[in-house]
């Protein structure tokens, strides 16, 4: 294994041509450092139901 200045030390460095490591770190042109994590999605809100299911009992007087 070649010697890379942006190794953390640790000697397990795999850092790629945009200067980031498998671990996470990304050289910032001065040293190894954690990026900044991406913000979460905000999840979709419930879908509404196309109508009110009718209840029971409607049904039953409807029949009769």
Do not use: F
């Amino acid at each position: 294994m070649n010697d890379d200045q942006r190794c953390c030390g640790s000697g397990t460095c795999i850092i790629n041509s945009e200067g980031r490591c498998w671990c996470g770190q990304q050289w910032n042109g001065e040293a190894m450092v954690h990026t900044p994590l991406a913000p979460l999605a905000q999840p979709a809100p419930p879908a509404q139901p196309a109508s009110t299911p009718k209840r029971l009992s409607d049904s039953i007087s409807s029949i009769e």
